[in-house]
């Protein structure tokens, strides 16, 4: 069974939030349904986290906000080692973060 990452769909307005709201950004309802977020897309920024918490492994986590192909934007893990503003990139699934119980899996970014 492959893994997939969700996000809400606003049952008002349409809106699609990755991370999930509680409230709909757009219009405030409290009614969703998941759709599955994948696909391709651009960069539209990214950044270096280099204070994390103790327990990861890593010295940095490189972040990025994608605008995808249908046009909803996401925050995830940004693998590239030399990023670019507008550079293509496609969804896949990933760990994200390593801890004693296991792996955190999560939304990542890979060139196209």
Do not use: W
């Not at 996000?7 to 759709?35: D, I, L, Q, W």
């Not at 080692?81 to 955190?104: C, F, N, Q």
């Amino acid at each position: 069974m492959s893994m997939k990452v969700t996000g809400m769909k606003c049952s008002s307005c349409g809106t699609v939030s990755y991370p999930t709201h509680a409230v709909c950004p757009s219009c405030r309802n409290e009614t969703f349904e998941t759709v599955v977020i994948e696909g391709e897309g651009k960069v539209l920024t990214y950044t270096d986290v280099y204070a994390l918490a103790v327990e990861y492994e890593t010295r940095y986590l490189r972040l990025a906000i994608v605008e995808l192909d249908d046009g909803v934007r996401v925050t995830g893990h940004l693998l590239a080692d030399k990023p670019k503003l507008g550079m293509r990139v496609k969804t896949t699934i990933g760990t994200v973060r390593e801890m004693a119980e296991g792996a955190i899996q999560g939304l990542q970014f890979v060139a196209v």
